[in-house]
């Protein structure tokens, strides 16, 4: 299903829609939700369910009408919660709570009403997270159902932006499309199976974003890897038939006065290694890319928004597979800023591949700022569910950044400690480092050996190993699946980059 936005002027009275989306406050009548501008025959419906308080307006309700009004056949009313507490995640989620109805109106136009009653209620344009809130509530993933079921059958909705007191614009309503498709795209690259979606198919997309915006785009392989040092990255690789790559894309604006660094996590599967998960939901480790999504997502938004600053994504992409080549417990490698490193769990990759890549973007890039994503720890689950992701950062002025963009863009992210004393136990026996180490706080001691690549670069490390799929009671987000966590965050971020230093 393909959303196509368009706004226009004129009164209600004078549209023609298959259906109309309503957003109602609780506790509140058609006038006092700045509803009065809707037609009679609509305004009577709504108001006697309102009076029965068959919908209230609560936060999450919705009622769906069949009007018997010609020109608007259709009307779904969405509850926004308490008129004083509307803010943007809360209007962005009765969008998305509309979103996910949108296919079944089997309707080709789709307005909605905006009035001077949302003035003030969001800092960000109301029509433009209205339609992002749309577009990521009516995401479906259903490409491998051969009878795709029949409710899905309209393949184009317009939404109509019903705007007669010019409250929003059409280059508002399109960035809410660009950030939903952005995030749209990186849940299906999460939620594409593995044996379709390998590393190869990671370099594809990030080549062929490049190539559509104008960016740069460089595919390292391993060859290049072994000349490089990166003993790390090649040591999880080893296991898998599929080579592993290192993306590299660029974004430069030249207004930049800042480079910041993107870094994704890439593991197309992650059966363990020879330190084998255990076969229950070990489907689940297709999702193990999800921040080099996360970063290709941004990408794509990025070439679109043109924000004033220079952007480089690095993604090392590999499989983690055990076959008789794959590295053992035990095993030394060489980094590629030559600390030395004993695997002894071949299931903690992730830190090794990002390892290698932070250290890569340093040295090549000198960034002024990196933020990592990675679905690293299954302890971050423990620890913070599937609603926040955690942070590890050295730089409080720059996770103050990513605080905020999470509060915005609604990819929640909190901090967890990272005093000094949580990395004792990664420092190695035979070696520098070892990639686990001892007792609980494993989210923590994964960022924390992270920080031994980075070389004094303000840095935020996210663990997205929760938000990354299977969210409940975030209405935009699919009930399952992968949720294109990170992009908004990412892109949030950019726009509104205050500089370090
Ligand atoms: N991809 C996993 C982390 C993960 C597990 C994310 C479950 C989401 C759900 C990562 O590569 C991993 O296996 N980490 C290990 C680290 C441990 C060996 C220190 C983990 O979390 O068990
Ligand atoms: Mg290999
Ligand atoms: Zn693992």
Known sequence: MELKVEISNIPLKNEKLDALIVFVAEDTNVYSSGLSGLPDELKKLLNASLKLKVFSGKKGSKQHFVS????????????????????????????????????????????????SFFKESTETDVGQVIVEGLALGAYEFNVYKTKRNNKSKVNIIKIHCCDPEKITSLKALKYGKIFADGTNLARTLGNTPANDLKPKDIAAEAKKIAKQYNMECNVLEEKDMKKLGMGMLLGVSRGSTEPAKLVVMEYRHHKAKQKVAFVGKGVTFDSGGISLKPGKNMDEMKFDMCGAAAVLGAMK?????????????????????????AQRPGDIVTAHNGKRVEILNTDAEGRLILGDALSYVVKEFKPDAIVDLATLTGACISALGHLTTAAITN?????????????????????????????????????????????????????LFLEHFINGTPWVHLDIAGTSWNVKHISYHPNSGATGVGVRLIVDLVQNWKMLK
């Open 68 to 115: 018997g009004y010609t020109k608007i056949p259709q009307m779904l009313a969405v509850g926004l919660g308490k008129k004083d507490e509307l803010d943007t995640e809360a209007l962005r989620r009765a969008a998305g709570n509309a979103g996910k109805m949108l296919s079944g109106l089997k309707a080709n136009s789709v307005g909605f009403l905006l009035t």
């Open 301 to 325: 938004v990025i070439g679109q928004v043109n924000p004033k600053l220079n952007i480089v994504a690095v993604i090392p992409t590999t499989e983690n597979l055990p076959d008789g080549n």
């Open 395 to 447: 730089n409080d002025k720059l996770m103050e950044q990513v605080h905020n963009a999470g509060i915005k863009s609604g990819d929640r992210v909190w901090q967890l400690p990272s005093f000094p004393e949580y990395g004792e136990s990664i420092k190695g026996k035979y070696a520098d480092l070892q990639n686990i180490g001892v007792g609980d706080s494993g989210t923590i001691i994964g960022g």
